[in-house]
């Protein structure tokens, strides 16, 4: 049987036309390309970072790093600023992640109901806060009547549940067999048990698909910090490095909290900004690996049903 099936391979291979050869060459070429397209530029950030500024100066092509220099970051890391920025982003992130799935699952599991009289309004009720949106002054105001500025809730409160995100996990609800849940009603469990147990089990690439949405945005959201947060202790890293990229275009502010002034006013503004932003992606780099192969198969299969 095996002899066989080798036989098989062999003779499949060797009846492959020179045009499907060279398709598959031509194929190849192209992925290659685009994998370098992709790949190239934060591999051109992270040399331009650990190059030295003034070589770095000259432009092109960067494969390798000029002039080796741990300069920008030794200056960056220097800060204490920039560990309390880390500290209140990683908080919001995981903080704020976890409140928007609950509240997103519990929205979505009674929605997906057929039994659930009212859905259609409710629904479309969510589905208008899609479209329009109060603006920024009644939202600022809003929060200052509860109470939300200048404290860590302002970042994960008023995001807490994004619609989009809620249709996706009810239409993944929806693709659930009912029997399932009939079956766990007639042993005696309540709507809560049948969600908690037996439904966010089921879930686990959604939910996924969804905290990698939730966190990937918390993570690079910035504007919650400039609108209702003027406390120093509850800044965040985006908008701390915002600051450090300004600064090093002034070549002052900021920059006077790094350890060595004099070794700071030799980093250019490229040079901040290239090592600004690799310190802020590489979480995102280390974390998105144990998500994506959640992603496509949460994305689509919440999509199959309307």
């Known amino acids: 049987m095996k002899k066989g099936t080798k036989k098989t391979r062999s003779s499949y291979l060797s009846r492959t036309t020179r045009g499907e050869r060279i398709g598959r060459v ?41 002039d080796f220099s741990l300069l920008s970051y030794q200056q960056l890391l220097s800060t204490r600023q920039l560990y309390i920025s880390y500290r209140n982003t990683i908080l919001k992130t995981l903080v704020g992640t976890v409140i928007a799935l609950v509240i997103t699952s519990m929205t979505a599991y009674p929605l997906s109901l057929k039994r659930f009289k009212g859905r259609g309004f ?13 603006g920024m002054i009644p939202t600022y105001l809003l929060i200052r009547d509860l109470h939300l500025l200048d404290t860590f809730w302002v970042y994960v409160l008023p995001g807490a549940m994004s619609a989009y995100n809620m249709f996706i996990l009810r239409n993944f609800f929806q693709s659930i067999p009912p029997s399932l849940e009939e079956s766990a009603l007639l042993d005696g469990a309540n709507p809560f048990q049948v969600l908690i147990h037996i439904v966010l089990p089921l879930s686990g690439p959604a939910l996924a698909a969804l905290a990698m949405f939730y ?15 003027n406390d120093q202790n509850l800044q965040l890293l985006q908008n701390y490095l915002r600051q450090l990229i300004a600064a090093a275009g002034a070549k002052s502010g900021t920059v006077s909290e790094m350890s060595d002034i004099s070794a700071a006013s030799r980093l250019t503004e490229e040079t901040v900004k290239m090592t600004v932003i690799s310190v802020s992606v590489i979480p995102v780099l280390i974390v998105y690996p144990f998500l994506q192969k959640y992603y496509t198969k949460g994305v689509m299969v919440g999509s199959v049903k309307g």
């Open 26 to 66: 031509v194929n190849g070429f192209f992925l290659l390309l685009i994998v370098l397209v992709t790949v190239y530029p934060f591999w051109h950030v992270v040399m331009y970072s650990l190059s030295d500024s003034h070589a770095s100066m000259s432009g092109g092509v960067f494969l390798w790093p000029r």
């Open 122 to 134: 409710f629904s479309m009720l969510i589905f208008f806060t899609m479209l329009f949106s109060g």
């Open 215 to 229: 966190g990937v945005g918390l993570w690079n959201g910035y504007m919650d910090n400039v609108l209702y947060v």
